[in-house]
């Protein structure tokens, strides 16, 4: 009789605690400033070169994801809020497909393909 295959685990590899800090960003807000403070720390550190690169992908999408977020608060107060859902829904979608896939990416220790992308 054979024995089922062991489920692959979930690894905590350090770009993986960055992305989830990211991701706790939508919660609280503040996890998100601590997950970049801790790329920009590690990403300093001897690393191998698939860190490196989604280091550097995750402190893009933060800067990327904050300036997105000021346009879209721009945007906002010239329409008069109209578009407010619509901008901050884009903006996050964004921010979200960007960190799921750096996720992915830390999980199969695999570097992000184009990392100075501005779109996914």
Do not use: C, H
């Amino acid at each position: 009789m054979t024995e089922p295959a062991a489920a692959s685990s979930f690894e905590t590899n350090r770009p993986t605690i960055v992305a989830l800090l990211y991701l706790g960003g939508f919660l609280t807000g503040v996890s998100a400033v601590i997950g970049l403070v801790l790329a920009y720390v590690w990403q300093g550190e001897p690393a191998e070169d698939w860190e490196r690169n989604l280091y550097r992908f995750l402190i893009r999408t933060f800067w990327m994801g904050f300036a997105w977020a000021i346009l879209a608060a721009i945007g906002t107060v010239l329409t008069l809020g109209l578009l407010a859902w619509l901008l901050f829904s884009l903006v996050s979608v964004w921010f979200l497909i960007r960190v799921v896939k750096a996720l992915l990416a830390a999980q199969k220790r695999q570097p992000v393909a184009n990392v100075l992308t501005w779109l996914f």
